[in-house]
């Protein structure tokens, strides 16, 4: 199973998180998201969990 993210363009306020992301995560693998505070890994997750729009 892959999820496939198509044109994401998601934010707060003003500030965009994410403009126009594209990108595939493969379900058969382990998957690390690894960034400094407020990159947007926590938006990422949520996202793709349908929390947000």
């Known amino acids: 199973m892959t999820i ?3 044109n994401i363009t998601t ?3 003003k500030n965009n998180v994410f403009e126009n992301f594209s ?3 493969s379900c058969n693998n382990l998957v690390v998201l690894m960034g400094k ?3 947007g890994k926590s938006t990422l997750l949520d996202v793709i969990s349908g929390l947000k729009k």
């Open 4 to 6: 496939e993210l198509k």
């Open 11 to 13: 934010g707060y306020s």
């Open 23 to 25: 990108g595939k995560i």
């Open 37 to 39: 505070n407020g990159v």
